[in-house]
């Protein structure tokens, strides 16, 4: 499992430029739409849908999840 992020000093994940986060986004979509799918329905997911840059100078998803963290603990 490859890490292309860091912790950001607002403790989010900072996924140091924008093609980053995009990646990143793709990725979460795809894993979010082929549960949705498996679920029956995609309505009521929540899933990270843009990219934006913080205050600290990060570049985060607009929805964290408890899958973040997860997957923040993986990656120490
Ligand atoms: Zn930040």
Sequence with gaps: ???????????????????????????AQAKRSRRGDAAGSRRGLKIEHRVHACDFGGFHLTSESRASFENRAVCK
């Design 1 to 27: 499992m490859t890490c292309d992020w860091k912790t950001c000093k607002c403790g989010k994940r900072d996924f140091m430029s924008s093609r980053n986060a995009e990646k990143a986004l793709g990725r």
